[in-house]
């Protein structure tokens, strides 16, 4: 095959993963446009087998069919909840592959010029700390980790030094390329340990970014690798998903008012979660006694009287598994001729769209999933919202109380609705650690705490 | 133009393509179109190939091997599980009011 024609197929194969993605825009298009995007990687895997006149290498064939054999037990096996984990941790394969590649590139016998060892050193950064990052991102989510924010002693000073020592050994690795392998085994050291320093103080809030971000880094490590390389089909699809991570990590700092340095920092979530600062605003909320919560037949009575419901479902929903319930009541308010509406918060879950993955697993229909700017304009209509296992999305302090970690963060105007009802599990804060003012006694709130599961089959009794 | 030159322009292209392209993705998709791209990062598995196709010392061939699998992991699970996550989405039957 000659170089013509490889870019030329290249080109084509870039141009189908491109309208495969444009097909992902539409539900009624998205299976097919996945389905062309892993099309035309076959196609991309068959034309470098060819081109490189590999069929007869064992070793190449030994490493697909176990990749395959493992890929798909794997996709079998996953749970619809734990797919931020499973991505976190496809994306750490991912960039520990970019990384293997580069280094392979660096200490191959091939001369190599400038811009061939730099990409090669910058890829095997970029690619490492992606792994480390994204194996602690997803052990955080598994629970293999503590989810709650770690640091370690002179946590900042270590982040400080493993970056130096990355980018040091980039630039010795480019200056002085007669001992690059000794320079890429440096920056190798600090990238890894840059991803665990930079993913271990990701509390839970945050993951949904992080989680972005790293989507993000794992394109760009296999466009590098394939600057270093010379296969323009790995620069031009490395750099869709790139964009795409980028794109998505920009979307959740917005909903979550957070500024991405913080994050990359790790400032922000130091904050104690359980000593939030003094807010004027609210007293603190007296000790809440079950006994003294109205008793559940009121609820009954209140989804008797509303026409107009709303659901906001957090990720308490899919800690209990909740889902089958919600969908019950669901199937139960449209029974009784209800207006029901979902309202999704950006965040809500532990990544971008994770509620609406989990309520479309349930057969709730996804034209019944709304978008928080859809829904806050016309809260003011509804006459009860239903709060499931969510706390910091539904904040009214996010207005109002100056200098927390949520304040400016938009949130679902449910205090706008006729009444609330609030399903979780308890009166604690959220993950961001603010209390709620909703908590408090209020005529048009009913709190039912515990198992967001057993609330609503209380409900549906 | 040199190489290099083009396989830098050909990364500004894509990224600004793909960055249009993704921004008419709607929220409800976002989790499955992470997924896919997850999937795609795993074109790395050409690099690979081609990497561990130059290589000639056991312990070279071995680090391929590896390398390999974890991309070949990366794209089948990958696009299996974005596919398996789009076919759950419904529309209603056109019996609900629409808003």
Redesign the interface.
């Known amino acids: 095959m000659n170089d013509t024609l490889y870019y030329v197929l290249s080109a084509l194969l870039?141009v189908g993963?491109?309208l495969?993605?444009?097909w992902?825009?539409r539900?009624e298009t998205?299976?097919n446009?996945?389905?062309l995007?892993?099309l035309c990687?076959l196609a991309?895997?068959v034309m470098?087998?060819v081109r490189?006149g590999?069929l007869d290498?064992s070793?190449?064939w030994?490493?697909?069919a176990?990749?395959?054999v493992?890929?798909?037990v794997?996709?079998?096996a996953?749970r619809?909840i734990t797919?931020p984990q499973?991505?976190g941790f496809?994306?750490g394969?991912?960039g520990?592959?970019?990384a293997?590649?580069a280094?392979?590139?660096l200490?191959?016998?091939?001369a190599l010029n400038t811009?061939e060892v730099a990409t090669g050193a910058l890829a095997l950064c970029v690619?490492a700390l992606t792994f480390t990052g994204s194996m602690v991102a997803a052990g955080k989510l598994q629970r293999l980790l503590p989810q709650k924010p770690i640091r370690l002693p002179s946590h900042q000073m270590l982040t400080v030094a493993s970056f130096l020592a990355m980018l040091l050994g980039l630039v010795l690795v480019v200056v002085l390329p007669g001992q690059r392998l000794l320079f890429a085994a440096i920056t190798l050291l600090g990238s890894l340990a840059f991803g665990v320093l930079f993913a271990l103080p990701v509390g839970g809030a945050d993951m949904p970014i992080t989680?972005?971000l790293l989507?993000s880094t794992?394109?760009v490590?296999?466009?590098i690798?394939?600057?270093a390389?010379?296969?323009?089909?790995?620069?031009?699809?490395?750099?869709?998903?790139?964009?795409?991570?980028?794109?998505?990590t920009q979307?959740m700092c917005h909903a979550m008012n957070r500024k991405l340095s913080a994050i990359l920092l790790g400032k922000g979530t130091d904050k104690p979660a359980p000593v939030p600062p003094v807010q004027p605003v609210m007293e603190t909320p007296a000790p809440v006694v079950e006994a003294e919560l109205p008793p559940p037949k009121d609820a009954a009575q209140w989804i008797n009287d509303a026409q107009d419901v709303v659901i906001i479902p957090g990720y308490g929903m899919a800690l209990s598994q909740a889902q089958h319930a919600v969908k019950q009541l669901y199937d139960q308010l449209?029974g009784a001729g209800k207006?029901v509406?979902f309202a999704?918060h950006?965040v809500a879950g532990r990544?971008?769209?994770?509620m609406?993955?989990l309520l479309?697993?349930v057969?709730i229909?996804?034209?019944?999933?709304?978008?928080m700017d859809d829904i806050n304009p016309?809260m003011d209509k509804v006459d009860l919202a239903i709060v499931i296992g969510a706390n910091d999305v539904v904040n009214p302090a996010a207005n109002t109380a100056e200098g927390t970690p949520i304040y400016g963060m938009p949130v679902l105007e449910v205090e706008k609705a006729g009444r609330v009802m609030m399903l979780n599990y308890d009166d604690k804060p959220g993950y961001a650690g603010v209390p709620n003012p909703l908590y408090q006694e209020r005529p048009n709130v009913l709190l039912l705490f515990g198992d967001a599961k057993e609330s609503l089959e209380k409900l549906l009794t | 133009m040199s190489?290099?030159l083009?396989?830098?322009l050909?990364?500004?292209?894509?990224?600004?393509?793909?960055?249009r392209?993704?921004?008419?993705?709607?929220?409800?998709?976002?989790?499955?179109?992470?997924?896919?791209?997850?999937?795609?990062?795993?074109?790395?598995?050409?690099?690979?190939?081609?990497?561990?196709?130059?290589?000639?010392a056991f312990h070279?061939?071995a680090?391929?091997?590896?390398?390999?699998?974890?991309?070949?992991?990366?794209?089948?699970?990958?696009?299996?599980?974005?596919?398996?996550?789009?076919?759950?989405?419904?529309?209603?039957e056109h019996k609900?009011?629409?808003?």
Not at chain 1, 229 to 248: F, N, R
Not at chain 1, 351 to 354: T, V
Not at chain 2, 63 to 88: Q, W, Y
């Open positions: 870039s993963v491109l495969g993605i444009r992902m825009s539900v998205a299976v446009g996945n389905r995007s892993a990687m991309a895997v470098v087998l490189g590999i290498d070793a190449i030994l490493g697909l176990a990749g395959l493992l890929g798909v794997l996709a079998r996953v619809m797919i499973m991505v496809l994306n394969l991912g520990a592959a970019s293997i590649a280094w392979m590139t200490q191959g016998t091939v811009f690619g989680i972005s989507n794992s394109g490590a296999a466009a690798a394939g600057m390389i010379g296969d323009v089909l790995l620069v031009s699809v490395g750099g869709i998903v790139g964009a795409s991570g980028l794109l998505l979307i449209i207006r509406r999704i950006p990544m971008p769209g994770h609406n993955v479309a697993e057969d229909p996804y034209d019944m999933l709304f978008e016309t | 190489r290099e083009i396989l830098v050909v990364f500004v292209a894509a990224t600004l393509l793909g960055y392209l993704i921004k008419s993705v709607p929220s409800l998709l976002h989790t499955p179109l992470m997924s896919g791209m997850n999937a795609l990062s795993g074109i790395t598995l050409l690099g690979m190939i081609t990497a561990t196709l130059g290589a000639v070279s061939k680090l391929g091997v590896l390398g390999i699998i974890c991309a070949t992991v990366n794209v089948v699970s990958g696009f299996m599980v974005t596919d398996r996550m789009l076919k759950m989405f419904k529309g209603s609900e009011d629409k808003p």
